[in-house]
């Protein structure tokens, strides 16, 4: 049976000695009483949720999973997840970071993104029902009418309504451009809208009362591609004048899709039938409104995978220190037993260590970027506002995509520690296997994420957001290259950042004359960027936890191993992932289709 604890030592490492949270807190007038104690009380609660309420469903919702009546066209969520659900309600959890205005308590965003990792850890699949509620509130927060925000953010704010986005159909993925649902205007100024959308998380189920489902779709003279998509928020029942709920809308769930995993989240098939919707933002602008939910989602997928590392690692240390098998090369490590732990053998450690300096080092990253997301959002100064977006605009794509990759293999090693126990069902890694890999795939794969970085991001300003990064890391190469002690980390930071400019102007040139190189070349670099950003806050780690080591306190010796381990084990990886990146197109393309 698995077993999960909060990692609340090292949020609060992360949030108070690493990032500072509440110094930044200040400097935002809506912010500035959050304080440390109350940013650890709520932390503290929000651990005792999800580990005592949501965790104990994992592995049962997991073996359920959800049920649909065709004949009603409704969903059942397995048995405990609508108790825990009402629970989360109750608590007032939905509510944490959303505007007061609408019934919030107005919290920053990174506090409910520490929250939410450790619901990940507890069970992703029951998250995602209350989780995708947040990007609909967010979209409809930036870009709804005074009608639409009266009528659903409250709802929504409360969690007494949950939210989906209606996106991906049955021909087209990620090319919207491609997709078919039609929008017919009606006399009342409604649409009435038809079509039929797939891979929807959370598209039905028996937790609340109304589902807000926020829709990509066609008006009757939308030209072609994505420039002629529109939104609309299309509620499962229609909501009357005075709030209260009115007749079923129909769209409905015409089929569930059996997964290899999160299998306790209902992921619909949802039919339009002449569903009822009104506009959201202007017509034809649909997709650059829905990208306000869309990056919000990424987001969270990476906290997904990092709430799954941290879980995994969490259940392979333990077994590994109790699990006796042979004895170590150099001799028995536990004499008075008749083996030695494996925790002794050095692949173990090596499969433990990745999980932990994956999930510490992802840790900071997003709590980096949700503070980042709160200064563009509630600073005063213009300046701060927009250096923040353009940051959380390059980090996105690397939360995502490093974030869920790395959680693949994490998990992958984890399951590994328990030999041919991790292939069991009862002891739960096989779960967190299964459930991680979706999220490479979730909200554009691993590999738009990666076109998004270098063509978007990174070449088409011409490397301005990189370089602002890049200067961040310069500083404090800078400030902390003096002392002998950091050199170990420092250099290779060092060396990684010139690398990374040096290969950013060779595909720059190379993209110049073929576009295609960018795709030859962006997994490749997005993984080198990403260990980029992760050597620069495993150094400012170390940089702590050397000045704190001579406290005695245990947590600080941790900290500098596994920063050393990643900069040993982990970090070299780049060297191979810069050669094939420079490799180019032409290995990939040389060979005709017809020798496939």
Known sequence: MPQYT???????????????????????????????????????????????????????????????????????????????????????????????????????????????????????????????????????????????????????????????????????????????????????????????????????????????????????????????????VVPKFLVNADGSLGARNPIHCGGLEHKMGIHSNATAQMVLEGAIGTLVGEPHKGLAAMFVMMNAARLGVGMQSLGLTEVAYQNAVAYAKDRIQMRALSGPKNPDKPADSIIVHPDVRKMLLTARAYAEAGRALCVHTALLLDQELSHPDEDVRRASADEVALLTPIVKAFLTDNGWIATSHCMQVFGGHGYIREWGMEQYVRDARINMIYEGTNTIQSLDLLGRKVLADNGKKLKAFGRRIAEFVEDAGVREDMQEFVNPLADLGDKVTKLTTELGMKA??????????????????????????????????????????AFYTAKLHTARFYFAKLLPETAGLIRTARSGLNPLMAMDESLF
């Open 6 to 232: 909060p990692p609340l030592r090292d949020l609060q490492f992360v949030l108070h000695e690493l990032v500072q949270v509440t110094e930044s807190f200040k400097q935002m007038p809506v912010h500035a009483e959050v304080d440390v104690d109350t940013v650890n009380a709520v932390l503290e609660e929000g651990g005792k949720f999800a580990a005592g309420v949501v965790f104990p469903l994992n592995q049962s919702g997991d073996a359920e999973g959800c049920t649909l009546d065709r004949s009603t066209h409704e969903v059942r969520t397995p048995a405990g997840y609508k108790a825990a659900y009402a629970q989360y309600v109750d608590g007032g959890w939905p509510s944490l970071s959303c505007d007061p205005a609408y019934g919030g308590q107005g919290l920053p965003h990174v506090v409910n993104q520490c929250f939410y990792e450790m619901l990940n850890s507890a069970n992703q699949a029951w998250t995602m029902y209350p989780g995708l509620s947040h990007g609909a509130y967010e979209c409809l927060h930036a870009h709804g009418t005074p009608e639409q925000k009266a009528t659903y953010l409250p709802k929504l704010t409360s969690g007494v309504w949950t939210g989906t986005m209606c996106l991906t159909e049955p021909h087209c993925g990620t090319d919207l451009g491609l997709l078919r649902t039609r929008a017919e205007p009606q006399p009342d100024g409604s649409y009435a809208i038809t079509g039929a959308k797939i891979f929807i998380s959370a598209g039905e189920h028996d937790l609340t009362e109304n589902i807000v489902h926020l829709v990509l779709a066609r008006l009757p003279d939308a030209p072609v591609g994505s420039k002629g998509i529109s939104l609309f």
């Open 512 to 553: 110049f004359g073929n576009p295609d190189e960018v795709g030859a070349a962006a997994v490749d670099y997005l993984r080198v960027v990403g260990h980029l950003v992760f050597a620069y806050f495993w150094a400012r780690m170390a940089l702590i936890a050397l000045d704190k080591q001579a406290s005695g306190d």
